[in-house]
């Protein structure tokens, strides 16, 4: 069967969809253009018509993965429910064990951002948005005095950079240690001390 014939728009983002999903079964390292054209039967040369390279192919499918996640994060923060309720929302949805974006993808990511100044411009600008995120609801909450934090940002950073690191543990070491539950309770955990809060008025927020 004749395959139909797309837009531009729609063929980066099968193009895109594609590279993400053999960044996930293959690495970074090992991707090749023919890889992402062998997935979708088109050509090498379709695939470095819209990326010219494989550099900013990796770097434009990374941030294609992130879309949809930073769009679910801006739902979660922006509804109209207590500040400390976003936040626990969101914390938890992030952490590893929740629904958050494939956490083997982003490893690879921040691995090869070492190496490519394009995907390190990429994961740059990602990471601040989440911190901005974060910081935004987390300095609201306390203008309203649903909590104590004197300094949104050094919370925003600090929460994102314990987040990040359990991935790491239950990603590349499957877990350590820890079960599932256990790193979620290290999240919330993290979260009441920066909010200055006992950890169970995490499921009692003030409205």
């Known amino acids: 069967m004749a395959r139909v014939r797309l837009g531009v728009a729609e063929r980066r983002e099968e193009l895109l969809a594609a590279a993400v999903g053999q960044i996930e079964a293959r690495g970074v390292a090992a991707l090749r253009i023919s890889d992402v054209a062998g997935a979708l039967g088109v050509s ?3 695939v470095l ?3 010219s390279t494989k550099e900013k192919l990796v770097a434009a499918a ?5 879309q949809a996640d930073l769009a679910h994060l801006h739902t979660l923060l922006g509804r109209p429910a207590p500040a400390l309720r976003r936040l626990h929302d969101a914390i938890r949805w992030y952490a590893p064990t929740g ?6 993808l982003w490893i690879e990511g921040w691995a090869a951002a070492l190496r ?3 995907l390190r411009e990429v994961a740059r600008d990602l990471d ?10 987390i300095a609201e909450g306390a203008a309203k005095g649903e909590f104590d934090c004197a300094d949104p940002v050094s919370a925003a950073w600090r929460l994102t950079a314990l987040l990040d690191g359990l991935a790491v ?4 070491y499957a877990g350590g240690a820890s079960e599932p539950a256990a790193l979620l309770a290290y999240a919330d955990e993290a979260l009441a001390r920066e909010l200055g809060i006992e950890v169970s008025a995490l499921d009692h927020p003030r409205t």
């Not at 601040?128 to 609801?137: G, N, S």
Request: aromatic content about 14%.
């Open 99 to 104: 629904a958050a974006k494939g956490w083997k």
């Open 169 to 172: 543990q239950m990603t590349a």
């Open 44 to 46: 090498n040369a379709l």
């Open 49 to 51: 018509y819209h990326f």
């Open 62 to 66: 990374f941030a294609h993965a992130a």
């Open 128 to 137: 601040q948005r989440w911190k901005a995120a974060l910081t935004e609801v």
């Open 116 to 118: 490519e100044p394009a």
